[in-house]
């Protein structure tokens, strides 16, 4: 039945700043402090007092605006959004409503069939977050906390350009990771520092006509914004499909059943009054402030994506692994400045590296061997001085146990360099052949296949420091040849 209705999605996205102060007041701006200790009087709008712009804010804004490609408004003018709520003690909101900080600009994300998906954004703007109500501590009273009002806040809203709750998942899985690597805003879902609103509609396929927006909220993860989005296609399309009419109206996601429920009808929809606010100036953005941001954007995953699979010829599976996290990537970075073997490289970040990562519950930041050290092993592992084997199950642990142990000093205790001098292979050969005179034979007469028993002896006989590739050319040797 859902397949013949095409789903239409955009998306809203609050995305709050890491700045350490609030919006338009110096109030603290962290998260975990007493209940209403970070208000001073202009955060409580008191009669008299005056916001201020926060300048790291504008320079947040930009950042994710060139990171977007966005065009950026240079005079910047702020509006009152009023409406009356108990968490929000001004009575209105200071946000921006006909003059965006930015227009335009896209997200770009790799789908999983691995093409590249563009998503333009409608704007990107300045706000202030309100206060939190608490309704489940007090089993008579709903109470407030105001240290979240004033916070710094930027909306993000998407063009009606995702077709698929995928798409949707991968979208906010990419915003997230954007603001992660610009820093300024933690990204973390659960606690509310990135927050999703998804509009969603349906349309017959082949028709151009949106139909009817419905929009959720409430949902604290990627997970759930994709859930979201799975059920209501699914209902908005039984309900066109057993003739019912669907309404304009904001629709609230529970995580427990899985489902939508009526919030409030378009009708009973506030009436903002914005207008502009009348104690903020316009802010002129120049552009040498814009060019001093754009010098401190770092690379961004798309481009060390690109890097890596172009320039370092990894596959786009390494690609995403390594850039998923941007300090995962810096560490990666910092690698292949010390080896140029760029596929050994990345192949000790995603196995050895993220194991110790997932089994420790640990971040990069926290891992305990200098990439200096990591080039090491694999320059030894190239010059066949050690096995991998060694190198991976003996050496790596050692050195996770001891981190500022010296790699030669391990190397000799553990005795772990490899035999490849032939004179010193050459007796381990002999005797793996006087062990079976007999499949000498057999593998002259033509059974090809019984080197790798030789070779298995020959490691054996060394304690498994033959060099297996030394090694495997003795054998070839001996036995095409006779000793
Ligand atoms: P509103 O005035 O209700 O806030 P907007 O036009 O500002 O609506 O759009 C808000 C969000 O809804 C944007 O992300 C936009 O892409 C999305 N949207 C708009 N129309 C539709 C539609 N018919 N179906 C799905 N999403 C839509
Ligand atoms: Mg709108």
Redesign the pocket.
């Given at each position: 039945m859902t397949d013949k209705y095409e789903p239409?999605?955009?998306?809203?996205i609050h995305i709050q700043l890491s700045t350490d102060s609030k919006a338009y007041s110096s109030d603290p701006a962290s998260y975990g402090a007493p209940p209403n200790t970070h208000v001073s009087p202009i955060t409580l709008g008191h009669p008299g007092t005056l916001p201020f712009v926060n300048k790291k804010v504008l320079e947040f804004a930009i950042k994710l605006g060139l990171a977007c490609g966005c065009d950026l408004r240079r005079e910047n003018q702020y509006a009152r959004k009023n409406y009356f709520y108990a968490d929000l003690p001004k009575g209105y909101q200071i946000t921006q409503d006909t003059t965006p900080i930015c227009t335009g600009g896209e997200i770009s994300f790799k789908t999983k069939d691995g093409a590249d998906h563009k998503v333009r954004l409608?704007r990107i703007h300045m706000e202030e977050d309100a206060g939190k109500s608490i309704h489940d501590q007090d089993p008579f009273n709903t109470l407030i906390d105001l240290n979240r009002a004033g916070v710094a806040l930027l909306e993000m809203?998407?063009?009606?350009?995702i077709r698929s709750s995928e798409e949707a998942n991968l979208f906010v899985t990419e915003v997230r990771k954007l603001v992660r690597y610009l820093e300024i805003c933690d990204g973390n879902m659960e606690e509310g520092s990135l927050r999703c609103d998804a509009?969603?509609?349906v349309r017959p396929k082949g028709t151009k006509k949106?139909?009817?927006?419905v929009?959720v909220k409430n949902m604290n993860s990627i997970k759930n914004v994709q859930r979201a989005i799975e059920y209501e296609i699914k209902r908005q399309v039984e309900v066109l499909e057993s003739g019912g009419t669907l309404y304009?109206e904001t629709r609230n996601f529970d995580a427990v059943s899985g489902t939508t429920t009526a919030m409030r009808s378009?009708e009973a929809a506030n009436d903002y009054r914005y207008f502009p606010e009348p104690d903020l100036g316009p802010v002129i953005i120049t552009e040498s402030f814009i060019e001093k941001i754009r010098s401190l954007i770092p690379a961004l995953p798309a481009e060390l994506f690109k890097k890596y699979t172009e320039e370092f010829g990894l596959s786009s599976y390494d690609a995403t692994v390594l850039t998923e996290n941007k300090d995962f990537a810096l560490y990666f970075e910092d690698l292949t400045s010390k080896t140029k073997n760029f596929k050994s490289a990345a192949n000790w970040m995603i196995g050895p590296v993220k194991s110790y990562l997932n089994e420790n519950a640990a971040v990069i930041n926290e891992f305990p061997i200098e990439s200096s050290k990591i080039a090491e092993i694999i320059a030894l592992i190239d010059n066949n001085k050690i096995s991998f084997t060694a190198g991976t199950k003996q050496l790596f642990p050692e050195l996770l146990k001891n981190p500022g142990k010296d790699i030669n000093s391990i190397l000799i205790e553990l005795n772990l360099i490899q035999e490849s001098d032939a004179n010193s292979l050459k007796p381990y050969v002999a005797k793996a052949m006087a062990m079976y005179p007999d499949k000498v034979i057999e593998y002259r007469s033509g059974k090809k296949g019984l080197l790798g028993l030789f070779m298995g002896e020959v490691m054996k006989l060394s304690g498994g420091k033959a060099d297996p590739k030394v090694a495997s050319k003795l054998v070839k040797e001996a036995l095409d040849e006779g000793i």
């Open positions: 239409v999605i955009g998306l809203e409608t809203v998407s063009e009606p350009d509009n969603i509609s949106f139909g009817t927006k929009e304009q378009k």
